[in-house]
């Protein structure tokens, strides 16, 4: 049974820093892409970083690009989501996902991912 758990989540003053972490389990980890999406009150889930099964490939949504980091360590069955220079806008619940597929390229879309975490909230405050 896989099994998908986020951490890190909380409050924090606008132009802060967090760091989310996403331990996976149930089948081979270093396989599968892993993806991070959020979904804000009142708006649809939406991607915002991606890591590919090696590490080797990483993709942002555009609002996020230079400030958010995704990284994974496959050893510890683990992804990561370096966020600096948070923004009230990113105030959402945070869902970490791991792709139904095996190896693969880029994967930007909630329907290619099979497994989710229940979610953590992330709060930035103005």
């Known amino acids: 049974q896989v099994r998908v758990v986020e951490s890190g989540g909380g409050l924090v003053q606008a132009g802060g820093s967090l760091r989310l972490s996403c331990a996976a389990s149930?089948?081979?980890?270093?396989?599968?892409?892993m993806g991070w999406f959020r979904q804000a009150p009142g708006k649809e889930r939406e991607f915002v970083a991606a890591?590919?099964?090696?590490?080797?490939?990483?993709y942002y949504a555009d609002s996020v690009k230079g400030r958010f980091t995704i990284s994974r360590d496959n050893s510890k069955n683990t992804m990561y989501l370096e966020m600096n220079s948070l923004k009230p806008e990113d105030t959402a619940v945070y869902y970490c996902?791991?792709?139904?597929?095996?190896?693969?390229?880029?994967?930007?879309?909630?329907?290619?991912?099979?497994?989710w975490g229940q979610g953590t909230q992330v709060t930035v405050s103005s």
């Open positions: 890591i590919s099964w090696s590490g080797g490939g990483t």
């Open positions: 149930g089948r081979a980890f270093s396989i599968y892409t």
């Open positions: 996902a791991q792709s139904s597929n095996s190896y693969g390229g880029q994967r930007l879309y909630a329907r290619e991912y099979g497994y």
